[in-house]
């Protein structure tokens, strides 16, 4: 069906006697933008690692795009073209330049040439506002212009999709600005998008949809001015409580559980949609 971009049936995954997925159905959109939050262990990150079969799913069906990818004659690379992914760690080649980088895997995937795969390289750069970083080796970057290079090379692919998994969690809290700023961008450009996080503010500015996902599950979904500002669910109550005000956590020992990621705000969920972010 072409209207959605990711149709995702009925999904389940288990490692061993594990079940991380227990049933999962989720439609997003062409051009949407669903933000999935969730404790950690939730299955946030298998989720979007079934959807690109970095992991095999144990049972369901998934298409992108109307090409079911959990079919088992499918060509597994040309799906993962239309993918792009964006990790917490940046995952970028550390011996090679940021252009590099960018060439490539349009070189050896793509098999453009030498010229073109240079080309886009350098529009793409462009768009993430690293053009003068062309020649650096990502050590030289911080940890901000890192991640918008591994945004940089995902979009040089010329993907129909971009799953993004904490995309800003490793990253010092005045960077984090930058990379939302570009992730922002791609929204208002009608990327489709799939986006763990837990910047809430981000969420509720720019995604269409939240999934809220707790062991497995999708707990309940829908705008994020629901979700985010008055959710339905205990344990969406619970879970947002905690990341949004970590200081008021049942747990006062583990307020670094959060790693910092929550508002400074005053932050209860119904919150005035306060984020740190400041873009
Ligand atoms: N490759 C793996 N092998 C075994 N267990 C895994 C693997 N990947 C994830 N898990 C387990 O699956 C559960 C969900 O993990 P994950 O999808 O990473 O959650 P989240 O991203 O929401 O934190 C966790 O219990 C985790 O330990
Ligand atoms: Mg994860």
């Not at 060439?103 to 003068?132: I, M, Y």
């Not at 999934?211 to 599950?217: I, T």
Request: overall charge negative; glycine content about 12%; proline content about 4%.
């Amino acid at each position: 069906m072409a209207e959605n971009e990711i149709e995702i049936r009925g999904l389940r995954k288990s490692f061993g006697e594990n079940e991380v997925l227990r049933g999962i159905d989720l439609d997003v959109a062409r051009g949407e933008v669903v933000c999935v939050i969730g404790p950690s262990g939730s299955g946030k990150s298998t989720l979007l690692r079934c959807v690109n079969l970095l992991e095999e799913p144990s049972a369901g069906r998934i298409f992108v795009g109307g090409t079911e990818v959990t079919d088992l004659d499918v060509d597994i690379d040309a799906v993962r073209r239309r993918i792009g992914m964006v990790f917490q760690q940046f995952n970028l080649f550390p011996h090679v330049t940021v252009t590099e980088n960018l060439t490539l895997p349009q070189r050896r995937v793509l098999k453009r040439g030498r010229a073109g795969a240079a080309s886009v390289a350098r529009e793409n750069l462009e768009r993430v506002g690293l053009a003068d970083k062309a020649g650096a080796y990502p050590a030289q970057l911080s940890g901000g212009q890192q991640q918008r290079v591994a945004i940089a090379r995902a979009l040089a692919m010329n993907p129909e999709v971009m799953l993004f998994d904490e995309p800003t969690s490793a990253l010092d809290p005045e960077l984090v600005g930058e990379v939302l700023a570009v992730m922002r961008m791609l929204a208002a450009e009608g990327m489709t998008m799939m986006v763990v996080t837990h910047e809430m503010s981000f969420a509720r500015e720019v995604a269409d949809r939240v999934v809220f996902m707790d062991e497995g599950a999708i707990v309940e979904q829908g705008p994020a001015e629901q979700v985010v500002g008055s959710p339905r669910h205990e344990r969406t109550r619970n879970f947002l409580n905690r990341i949004l005000d970590p200081a008021a956590a049942e747990d006062p020992g583990s307020t670094a559980a959060g790693n910092g990621h929550a508002s400074s705000g005053s932050g209860k969920e119904s919150g005035s949609g306060s984020g740190r972010e400041t873009g």
